[in-house]
């Protein structure tokens, strides 16, 4: 029993330090060996062109949903015109970031992890390697700095979608003054909320496109190693998003609010 | 040229090497061949710093790679080309973007250089005309011959092949046999294949070497192996089974 804990301890660090290396060789690969950009197009038109409508859905259905929750408790204390401004806060620093990361976790992630993945198993990326072209450079930079790039932009378009959802809602549905929720939610919300929405997309972006890189490059041999490296993509993405939330909102709120 | 020295590599439990020596020279052409799953493959892998030894030394050209970082090996690796069991085409790119995937990530020649280039790779494995199609266009041989193609357009000095004619039927296996004889005289390159297919062996190596129970059994010229008395080069040779393989 603790023979296999400490065998499966010892394999989880060798893991992460795996996992550290490799995320050292794409910086080194981004920064240092800028790879031709036909690469890094496509990457962008997939993750950030392809991924729009699964988080436009999303950021619109939260903001709606959120907009509801909200005024319900708000009506209560009579504050009715105030529910925009928390369905624009939430977005912008909380929900806006973490639902969009999840859905690029869910369609990208697993993408690029069962992309890279049968790629090994059927030796091709052996065979980049005997062609003289380090995968690192060829395969996962691009990916890391398209997802990188594009999840601001992502993130962007689901706060805004969401935001504006949610005022449809409130104002169409529920009944809320339109120009004090406006007037409320101008008020209440901060560029610093956006700038942590968006600061915190930029960590996600890297998070997930390095944690799905790592499972498909490191996946294990068949059809089962390929599909166990996607779900691993994702959970742990998933995983990583959400702890490493709860951190950088503590990290961020402290540099822009001091608390 | 290519030197393994006392070469092991163990997964796990299972011994896979155990103290490989072999030294291939320059402008030979050598077969190794065992049993499946003997480590062949394995063995060839550890040849072009695919995988890494647990002990022993590979040098090439008097150079211990085992020791080199990736990137230092990518460099030793311009020499070699190689030719996968599966061929491991890239399945995005075409047939025209497989074949010449080295030249432009060397840059330097331009489109029309490289796709001169191509044509002229594709003609030599007898090709010609399939640049626009894709790997899944294309038959087991077909694929393996773009997989040489692709190994040799930028003009390796070794090339390599796993398992070369498996999965082949005998008259494409046979036409394979003679390409690859042809690029070692057209190209005067070292020549390093893998096979259980004994007719293989016997067409394409000037020597043939056995792997067995992880180390080099014996090294042969192909009349020499044919005409051997050992039994377990008789065995092999002759393709009989061991009664206790099958638990009988």
Same mark, same amino acid.
């Given at each position: 029993?603790?023979?296999?804990?400490?065998?499966?301890?010892? &394999?989880?660090?060798?893991?992460?330090?795996?996992?550290?290396?490799?995320?050292?060789?794409?910086?080194?690969?981004?920064?240092?060996?800028?790879?031709?950009?036909?690469?890094?197009?496509?990457?962008?038109?997939?993750?950030?062109?392809?991924?729009?409508?699964?988080?436009?859905?999303?950021?619109?259905?939260?903001?709606?949903?959120?907009?509801?929750?909200?005024?319900?408790?708000?009506?209560?204390?009579?504050?009715?015109?105030?529910?925009?401004?928390?369905?624009?806060?939430?977005? *912008?620093?909380?929900? *806006?970031?973490?639902?969009?990361?999840?859905?690029?976790?869910?369609?990208?992630?697993?993408?690029?992890?069962? &992309?890279?993945?049968?790629?090994?198993?059927?030796?091709?990326?052996?065979?980049?390697?005997?062609?003289?072209?380090?995968?690192?450079?060829?395969?996962?930079?691009?990916?890391?700095?398209?997802?990188?790039?594009?999840?601001?932009?992502?993130?962007?378009?689901?706060?805004?979608?969401?935001?504006?959802?949610?005022?449809?809602? *409130?104002?169409?549905?529920?009944?809320?003054?339109?120009?004090?929720?406006?007037?409320?939610?101008?008020?209440?919300?901060?560029? &610093?909320?956006?700038?942590?929405?968006?600061?915190?997309?930029?960590?996600?972006?890297?998070?997930?496109?390095?944690?799905?890189?790592?499972?498909?490059?490191?996946?294990?041999?068949?059809?089962?190693?390929?599909?166990?490296?996607?779900?691993?993509?994702?959970?742990?993405?998933?995983?990583?998003?959400?702890?490493?939330?709860?951190?950088?909102?503590?990290?961020?709120?402290?540099?822009?609010?001091?608390? | 040229?290519?030197?393994?020295?006392?070469?092991?590599?163990?997964?796990?439990?299972?011994?896979?090497? +155990?103290?490989?020596?072999?030294?291939?020279?320059?402008?030979?052409?050598?077969?190794?061949?065992?049993?499946?799953?003997?480590?062949?493959?394995?063995?060839?892998?550890?040849?072009?710093?695919? !995988?890494?030894?647990?002990?022993?030394?590979?040098?090439?050209?008097?150079?211990?790679?085992?020791?080199?970082?990736?990137?230092?090996?990518?460099?030793?690796?311009?020499?070699?080309?190689?030719?996968?069991?599966?061929?491991?085409?890239?399945?995005?790119?075409?047939?025209?973007?497989?074949?010449?995937?080295?030249?432009?990530?060397?840059?330097?020649?331009?489109?029309?250089?490289?796709?001169?280039?191509?044509?002229?790779? !594709?003609?030599?494995?007898?090709?010609?005309?399939?640049?626009?199609?894709?790997?899944?266009?294309?038959?087991?041989?077909?694929?393996?011959?773009?997989?040489?193609?692709?190994?040799?357009?930028?003009?390796?000095?070794?090339? !390599?092949?796993?398992?070369?004619?498996?999965?082949? +039927?005998?008259?494409?296996?046979?036409?394979?046999?003679?390409?690859?004889?042809?690029?070692?005289?057209?190209?005067?390159?070292?020549?390093?294949?893998?096979?259980? +297919?004994?007719?293989?062996?016997?067409?394409?190596?000037?020597?043939?070497?056995?792997?067995?129970?992880?180390?080099?059994?014996?090294?042969?010229?192909?009349?020499? !192996?044919?005409?051997?008395?050992?039994?377990?080069?008789?065995?092999?040779?002759?393709?009989?089974?061991?009664?206790?393989?099958?638990?009988?």
């Amino acid at each position: 029993m603790i023979r296999a804990a400490n065998s499966w301890v010892r &394999e989880q660090l060798e893991g992460l330090g795996q996992y550290a290396l490799l995320c050292l060789e794409a910086l080194r690969s981004i920064f240092i060996r800028p790879q031709p950009s036909q690469g890094l197009l496509y990457q962008l038109y997939f993750i950030g062109v392809k991924t729009q409508s699964v988080v436009l859905i999303t950021g619109a259905f939260t903001g709606m949903v959120l907009c509801v929750q909200t005024f319900i408790q708000f009506h209560k204390v009579k504050m009715d015109t105030a529910t925009l401004a928390v369905v624009s806060v939430s977005m *912008g620093s909380e929900l *806006g970031p973490v639902l969009t990361a999840l859905m690029v976790a869910g369609r990208v992630g697993a993408a690029m992890a069962a &992309e890279l993945g049968t790629m090994r198993v059927t030796e091709q990326i052996d065979a980049l390697r005997t062609l003289a072209t380090h995968p690192v450079d060829y395969l996962m930079a691009p990916r890391v700095l398209a997802t990188v790039l594009a999840m601001p932009l992502l993130t962007a378009e689901a706060i805004a979608v969401g935001i504006a959802a949610g005022f449809g809602v *409130g104002v169409g549905l529920l009944g809320i003054d339109a120009a004090y929720a406006w007037h409320h939610m101008l008020r209440y919300t901060d560029m &610093e909320d956006m700038i942590i929405g968006l600061t915190k997309s930029l960590v996600f972006g890297a998070i997930v496109s390095t944690i799905s890189c790592y499972k498909g490059m490191n996946c294990r041999e068949g059809a089962e190693g390929v599909g166990r490296a996607t779900t691993e993509a994702v959970v742990a993405s998933s995983i990583a998003v959400l702890m490493s939330n709860f951190f950088l909102t503590r990290f961020l709120t402290q540099l822009f609010y001091g608390v | 040229m290519i030197e393994a020295r006392d070469l092991r590599k163990s997964f796990g439990p299972l011994r896979v090497l +155990d103290g490989v020596d072999l030294l291939i020279e320059k402008g030979e052409a050598v077969v190794i061949i065992g049993r499946s799953g003997g480590g062949k493959s394995i063995l060839l892998k550890h040849l072009i710093g695919l !995988l890494r030894p647990d002990a022993g030394e590979v040098l090439i050209e008097g150079r211990n790679i085992t020791q080199m970082s990736e990137r230092e090996l990518l460099q030793v690796r311009r020499k070699f080309g190689m030719l996968f069991q599966g061929a491991a085409l890239f399945d995005s790119l075409t047939v025209a973007e497989n074949v010449g995937f080295a030249l432009r990530r060397q840059g330097g020649l331009t489109e029309k250089e490289i796709a001169q280039q191509v044509a002229e790779a !594709l003609e030599m494995v007898d090709l010609a005309g399939t640049e626009a199609k894709k790997p899944a266009e294309l038959s087991g041989g077909m694929r393996k011959r773009v997989g040489l193609a692709r190994a040799i357009i930028y003009r390796p000095q070794i090339v !390599l092949y796993d398992e070369p004619t498996t999965g082949l +039927d005998p008259i494409v296996a046979d036409s394979i046999d003679q390409l690859i004889l042809r690029v070692c005289e057209r190209l005067t390159v070292t020549t390093v294949a893998v096979t259980h +297919d004994m007719r293989s062996a016997r067409r394409i190596g000037q020597r043939i070497l056995m792997l067995h129970q992880g180390r080099i059994y014996t090294s042969a010229t192909p009349a020499e !192996l044919f005409a051997s008395t050992d039994p377990i080069v008789s065995q092999f040779v002759q393709g009989v089974a061991d009664p206790k393989d099958h638990g009988l």
